[in-house]
């Protein structure tokens, strides 16, 4: 397995920026797929991107959840081990702990399939 750790929340204004972090150990990362979850208090936790298992070219490379398509990027750099996260446009609504996920496959992420999960960063939107 690989092990996760997410890196870059913190507190910022509506309309503005983040870009969170998340290192995997182990040699094993291009082989996952990757993504972003979040969690509101009293909310499900819920899917915000996904990308694929580096190197694969068929269907679709990423996947984003309705609420932040359009404002929040996901890519991966496999050289550092690492995806990302660049959260622009940010609302309120967007509060939550976003973790970081890995799976088998694109689909096995957007369904929930979760091999590793890191620890959470906390995002704070101000209104």
């Known amino acids: 397995q690989v092990q996760l750790v997410e890196s870059g929340g913190g507190l910022v204004q509506a309309g503005g920026s983040l870009r969170l972090s998340c290192a995997a150990s182990?040699?094993?990362?291009?082989?996952?797929?990757m993504g972003w979850f979040r969690q509101a208090p009293g909310k499900e936790r819920e899917l915000v991107a996904a990308?694929?298992?580096?190197?694969?070219?068929?269907?679709?490379?990423?996947y984003y959840g309705d609420s932040v398509k359009g404002r929040l990027i996901i890519s991966r750099d496999n050289a550092k081990n690492t995806v990302y996260l660049q959260m622009n446009s940010l609302k309120p609504e967007d509060t939550a702990v976003y973790y970081c996920?890995?799976?088998?496959?694109?689909?096995?992420?957007?369904?929930?399939?979760?091999?590793?999960w890191g620890q959470g960063t906390q995002v704070t939107v101000s209104s």
């Open positions: 996920a890995a799976g088998l496959s694109i689909q096995m992420v957007v369904d929930g399939r979760i091999n590793s």
């Open positions: 182990g040699r094993t990362f291009s082989t996952y797929a």
């Open positions: 990308i694929l298992v580096a190197g694969m070219t068929s269907g679709d490379s990423t």
